[in-house]
């Protein structure tokens, strides 16, 4: 059973970098042929795909927010992470990192971390 987990600041200021690390139990983030990405909520709205990171440590980012967002990885302790730069109040969301296998949906989710950016 794969298990993800998020975690990092809940509170992240005006301007700031929000920095959030997933921490994956139960199967490796290189194994084939698997991405991994990042996805928020923000309060009374849907999901908004943020980016992904793949088996081989390619990157993907939403053309929206691809100039303040990277994504990168840590094999040796199975976790990938997620930065997004210059966020002002409307990066505040519930961030998840999740699994996909190439096929149909998603079939990992964390259970998410709630970020809010204020001052």
């Known amino acids: 059973q794969v298990q993800l987990q998020e975690s990092g600041p809940g509170l992240v200021k005006p301007s700031q970098t929000l920095s959030l690390t997933c921490t994956v139990s139960?199967?490796?983030?290189?194994?084939?042929?698997?991405?991994w990405h990042w996805i928020r909520q923000p309060p009374g709205k849907g999901l908004e795909w943020i980016g992904d990171i793949n088996y081989s440590g390619s990157t993907y980012y939403n053309p929206c927010l691809r100039s303040r967002t990277s994504i990168s990885r840590d094999t040796s302790k199975n976790q990938f992470s997620l930065q997004l730069s210059y966020v002002t109040p409307e990066a505040t969301a519930v961030y998840y990192c999740?699994?996909?296998?190439?096929?149909?949906?998603?079939?990992?989710w964390g259970k998410g971390t709630k970020v809010t950016v204020s001052s």
């Open positions: 999740a699994r996909y296998s190439g096929i149909g949906d998603i079939d990992y």
């Open positions: 139960g199967g490796s983030i290189t194994t084939n042929y698997y991405y």
